[in-house]
């Protein structure tokens, strides 16, 4: 029942930008986390960027200072802006809900979107 809708992938040059978008939708009544995942060609997945309810965030060390994540709760929707960025940014990225909950009789779940390309030239 709960989607993950993202949007802004694309090519860009290195050096520039992007702003990625993810919006939950749903009977939803409570996100635990969103964040941002992201996967190579040939890699591992691994956490980007992530965003709790009351506001901490995580960034993984190679987009410190680069990429920041905001997150509007109102909306269930999660961005990261992705600033300065470099060819080994290539990656397929993720949006994640962690703790999304849809009944309050039930236990939380995990969604994950379907992924958005981001490809920077060199």
């Known amino acids: 029942q709960v989607q993950l809708v993202e949007s802004g992938g694309g090519l860009v040059q290195a050096g520039g930008s992007l702003r990625l978008s993810c919006a939950a939708s749903?009977?939803?009544?409570?996100?635990?986390?969103m964040g941002w995942y992201r996967q190579g060609p040939g890699k591992q997945r691994e956490l980007v960027a992530l965003?709790?309810?009351?506001?901490?965030?995580n960034y993984v060390d190679s987009v410190k200072g680069r990429f920041t994540i905001s997150r509007d709760n109102a909306k269930n929707t999660v961005y990261l802006q992705m600033n300065s960025l470099k060819p080994e940014d290539t990656a397929v990225y993720y949006c994640n809900a962690e703790g999304v909950r849809t009944d309050w009789r039930s236990q939380r779940k995990d969604y994950w979107g379907q992924g958005t390309q981001v490809t920077v030239s060199s």
């Open positions: 965003k709790t309810t009351d506001g901490r965030t």
């Open positions: 749903g009977n939803i009544i409570s996100i635990n986390n």
